[in-house]
């Protein structure tokens, strides 16, 4: 079964609005979570660092203004695609280690119109 | 420079074939490595890691050239079922740290 949880699996939005993306750690503690996003034929790139308890980590040139992530407990995670534009149209996924192995979830394809 | 590449493919094998994929990485100081498989609109999953000694698990074998920062991953007797991108993957620190993946190589196994 699921050891990562990603909801919703799809979400269609109009352009300007926002968009919550849940990633759960579904039978162990994630004191850290991954954000990273897949656009068409690419590879998938790391977007931010999810900490619990602190401010996340983001990569160089992702807008923390506009992908807000919290962390506010040991297994959930979120991560918010704010005033949405078509751009912003891709495949999102979390991941989370567990021991030594990275578990993904199912990911969540964002459709920005 | 990416920092790990990987031909894209797609490599179309019949079934049965015995089907080998590359990838370069251009951190020294990539410490893991492993494989993912990662089949149309889905999440990554582990194949397998990659140690450098190589290593073998069923139909695949991966191998490791620290010195030449190259990773092969090789598949015997295809089957229909492999048909998926596998994802060349590197990290800088053992688990917990961020994954650096490549762009994946297409494989499709055909009748």
């Known amino acids: 079964g699921a050891v990562v949880s990603q909801h919703p699996s799809r979400v269609i939005c109009k352009s300007g609005t926002s968009v919550k993306i849940e990633c759960r750690s579904l039978?162990?503690?994630?004191?850290?979570m991954f954000w990273y996003r897949q656009f068409p034929k690419q590879s998938l790139m790391l977007m931010a660092t999810?900490?619990?308890?602190?401010?996340?980590?983001?990569e160089q040139g992702v807008e923390k203004d506009k992908f807000l992530i919290n962390h506010a407990s040991l297994t959930l995670s979120t991560l918010t695609v704010t005033s949405a534009h078509p751009e912003d149209s891709s495949f999102y996924i979390c991941?989370?280690?567990?021991?030594?192995?990275?578990?993904f979830g199912q990911g969540t394809r964002l459709t920005v119109v | 420079r990416k920092e790990v590449e990987q031909d894209p493919g797609p490599f179309n094998v019949p079934e049965g074939a015995t089907v080998a994929f590359n990838c370069t990485y251009s951190?020294?100081?990539?410490?893991?490595f492993f494989w993912y498989r990662q089949d149309c609109r889905k999440e990554p999953k582990l194949l397998m890691s990659v140690y450098s000694s190589g290593n073998e698990d069923g139909r695949f074998t991966a191998q490791l050239n620290r010195a030449s920062q190259y990773i092969s991953l090789l598949i015997r007797d295809s089957k229909l079922s492999d048909s998926a991108t596998y994802l060349c993957v590197v990290s800088e620190t053992g688990g917990g740290n961020k994954l650096t993946f490549g762009t994946g190589t297409q494989l499709k196994v055909e009748l």
């Open positions: 951190n020294s100081a990539s410490q893991s």
């Open positions: 039978d162990f503690q994630a004191t850290t």
């Open positions: 991941s989370a280690f567990r021991n030594t192995e990275a578990f």
């Open positions: 999810s900490n619990e308890g602190s401010k996340a980590t983001y």
